[in-house]
């Protein structure tokens, strides 16, 4: 889980840095100059021009799906309240071990708590909006919970439950088929918009 959460957080950060280099580019003169190697220089120009070659694609398809996920959770008016994303928050302060670790890390990628919450607040949209996508069954709840029992039993020689545990189970295969649900989802949305992308 720590693991999935990082990486998120790493995908955030570098997609945020591109877009500022590239955004301040654009606002600056090209001839600007960035670095300096003994007497030769290195212009903005030249390091916009290698960010779009490297990562330029990849960037902008991430843009063209939020700006799509951005107006399909207006059009479908899905909002999550404070009290979702403080228990988000909890959880993962708790996978980091604390919260004096959880602000270790957030200080040492330059996050914010509001960019923390900005996050999971749109993770969470996304998610309310995608679970209509996704389908579990009783057989697969009770399949992954026989599997798993030890991960919800609390207290030493004391068996789990599944009536007890059901949601959580839910949650945790809810989690799991997401991103397949979402890269069907998105391709759906991509047929449906007008998109044109001006750097391919």
């Not at 693991?3 to 840095?17: A, C, D, H, P, W």
């Not at 120009?45 to 960037?59: I, K, R, T």
């Amino acid at each position: 889980m720590k693991k999935r959460t990082n990486r998120s957080v790493g995908r955030i950060i570098l997609f945020s840095l591109l877009l500022l280099v590239i955004l301040t580019t654009t606002a600056c003169s090209n001839k600007e100059i960035v670095a300096r190697v003994n007497d030769q220089v290195i212009t903005k120009e030249e390091l916009y021009q290698l960010l779009v070659d490297q990562y330029g694609a990849q960037a902008l398809d991430s843009l063209i799906a939020d700006k799509i996920m951005d107006m399909e959770i207006q059009k479908q008016k899905v909002t999550v309240n404070e009290a979702d994303i403080e228990n988000e928050i909890n959880k993962i302060i708790a996978e980091y071990g604390g919260e004096e670790e959880f602000n270790q890390v957030m200080e040492m990628y330059g996050y914010s708590l509001t960019d923390v919450k900005k996050n999971i607040e749109m993770n969470l949209k996304v998610k309310k909006l995608l679970e209509q996508e996704v389908s579990i069954t009783e057989e697969e709840m009770q399949s992954y919970f026989e599997e798993n029992k030890e991960m919800f039993t609390e207290e030493e020689n004391e068996e789990a439950s599944y009536e007890e545990n059901k949601d959580k189970v839910r949650d945790i295969l809810v989690e799991q088929k997401l991103p397949a649900a979402y890269e069907t989802w998105l391709q759906a949305k991509y047929n449906e918009y007008k998109i044109e992308n001006m750097i391919e």
